[in-house]
């Protein structure tokens, strides 16, 4: 199941998003804020936990600009967070980096683009091959 969190800079852009996966029927496990000001770090912790004990292959995760919050992210192991702005971006970081979580800016990404991000985020396979080689070596120590 896909698990979402956002901080108070990134709810409204949240909303939308829950909105979309409504909409399309899309099962999510929303693990706040709603709204209030929150810490980025523990949000992104949260869910980043929560989807490997769930074994859940992908979240969405949004604060003021993505960066924090994708920052955080990338601390535990396993997870490979993208901030994007943009759609190129949010296309490839599936096809080539396998990101399993999707960062956006609810300051800087409007809720159209937003959107359109996290339907190709969730819609496109990883291309494997030699990407796989790579996407490997991030693990290394
Ligand atoms: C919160 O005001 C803001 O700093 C946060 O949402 C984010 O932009 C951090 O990277």
Redesign the pocket.
Known sequence: MLMLGC????YELKKEIIKYLDENKIEYKDFGCNGEAVD?PVIAKKVCNEMKKDGSDKAILI???G???SMAANKIKGIRAANCADCFSAKYTRLHNDANVLCM?GRTVGPGLGVMMADIFLNTGFEGGRHLRRISMLEDE
């Open positions: 901080d108070h800079g990134g980025y604060c003021g600009t960066i924090g919050i800016g």
